[in-house]
């Protein structure tokens, strides 16, 4: 499978670290964060990246090149004004393959992507959402409800908690997402593409045992900092 990383964002809470570069470009364990993200990928036969820029994309862009270093092939696509989650998908169509793993450029989760790969094909739906039982060992809330039993979300709530599950920062999807979703312009994929998915049944769920870590603000950057030498070659 492909995997599709988003990361047009400002950064804005760790500056003054992402001044002049983008936040996935941050250094962690000698090594910008982006570039462990896409070597824990690799373990897992994942040869095809496509990396959506925004802010400082140019950075990213000089760094990574073509991949070969990291023995992958990336390609990128940049936004020239911010589109949200959704918008840079959109934006990106045709570079996107028929099914890909979608992640975020600030988060890390340490699963095995080959079974969550596997996961999704037997599943047949139009995307998975990986998830995680909170146990209130990060500081995002509860937001996703499930369908225990045909592992199926049937809630999802950004800024809710409450619910059993919290989204993990991973989705399984397959390219026909984009007929769900409006032609251009800046949209959030949460607000506009999860309840499509939700409300048709299209949005099979996948519980990771593992947790998340995101870099969002400087003391989570050294939260994982801390960790992350397990999960790291």
Do not use: W
């Not at 910008?32 to 036969?45: D, K, T, V």
């Not at 073509?66 to 589109?83: A, D, F, Q, T, V």
């Amino acid at each position: 499978m492909q995997a599709v990383i988003l990361c047009g964002g400002l950064g804005t809470r760790l500056r003054p670290l992402t001044l002049n570069i983008p936040k996935p470009m941050v250094q962690v364990a000698g090594r910008p964060f982006m570039e462990h993200q896409l070597r824990y990928l690799a373990r897992f036969g994942i040869e095809d990246a496509l990396i959506l820029t925004g802010y400082k994309g140019e950075v990213v862009e000089e760094y990574f090149g073509g991949g070969g270093s990291l023995g992958l092939r990336i390609r990128y696509s940049r936004e020239e004004e911010p589109l949200g989650t959704g918008g840079a998908l959109v934006k990106a169509g045709g570079l996107l393959g028929e099914r890909f793993f979608l992640l975020y450029g600030d988060s890390f989760l340490p699963m095995d992507y080959g079974d969550a790969a596997r996961t999704f094909d037997d599943a047949g739906r139009m995307a998975m959402m990986v998830i995680y039982d909170n146990a209130d060992d990060t500081t995002v809330p509860n937001n996703v409800g499930i369908d225990e039993d045909a592992l199926m979300v049937i809630d999802y709530a950004k800024h809710r908690g409450g619910m059993s599950y919290v989204e993990a920062g991973v989705l399984a999807l397959r390219r026909e997402v984009l007929e769900l979703m409006p032609s251009g312009g800046a949209f959030s994929m949460e607000e506009v593409l999860y309840p499509r998915l939700i409300e048709t049944g299209e949005m099979a769920a996948y519980k990771s045992s593992e947790r998340f870590y995101d870099i969002g603000t400087e003391g989570r950057l050294r939260e994982f900092e801390a960790v992350c030498g397990r999960y790291l070659d």
